[in-house]
């Protein structure tokens, strides 16, 4: 299959995006990694800005996408809920691209939220609210903040996924499996229970 170019700064500038950042990557450096010049990106995205809006939009609707399945798995919301979340902790490594972009927008996205005109991770996140909303219509998740649930769930889910190579290296392979196999467990029993 021929990959067209827009299509392999696309793959690398998501790379490159997660692992440094939206300000610790350059449209220089995409361009590189290409083997394209720094006028053949600015044809297809004329700003890095647009570059990066670009991939935020393929995230959140990879992300959606997620969320649709889940719901897909039941008609009970907080099993949806549960299957999304469990499903976010076994992703492929393009997966777990995705899921750092999302955590870095949240948190590295302080200079360049003035300037936002488009919001692509709102509907994800007005998704995942929604379905809290209807599980504590049917008595789950009483007494908690739809957002703030979520928001605590997808935290705890970021962090464990980025932090999974630290910790192979901290720990033996079997505390490792074990600990893997105990966060999955604790994050099942927070999204079950009502």
């Keep these: 299959m ?32 290409v083997n394209v010049s720094k006028q053949a990106l600015l044809h297809h995205f004329s700003t890095k800005e647009s570059l990066y809006a670009e991939i935020l939009k393929g995230a959140a609707e990879r992300l959606i996408t997620d969320v ?5 798995s039941s008609n009970e919301p907080h099993l949806q809920l549960r299957e999304f979340f469990l499903t976010m902790i076994h992703h492929d490594n393009s997966g777990l691209r995705v899921v750092i972009l999302l955590m870095r927008e949240l948190l590295d996205n302080r200079e360049r939220a003035h300037d936002a005109k488009k919001w692509f991770l709102r509907p994800f996140l007005d998704e995942l609210v929604e379905m809290t909303n209807n599980a504590q219509k049917n008595g789950y998740y009483q007494g908690l903040h739809p957002l703030v649930f979520v928001y605590d769930l997808l935290g705890s889910v970021q962090y464990f996924l980025i932090s999974k190579p630290t910790l192979r290296k901290l720990y033996s392979e079997s505390e490792y499996v074990q600990f893997e196999k105990a966060f999955e467990k604790h994050l099942e029993t927070r999204l079950t229970n009502a």
Excluded: C, M, P, W
Excluded at 4 to 21: C, P
């Design 2 to 33: 021929n990959t067209s170019t827009r299509d392999r700064l696309l793959e690398v500038a998501e790379d490159l995006f997660s692992k440094n950042g939206f300000y610790g990557t350059s449209i220089n450096d995409v361009a590189k990694q």
């Design 68 to 72: 649709h399945t889940a719901k897909q």
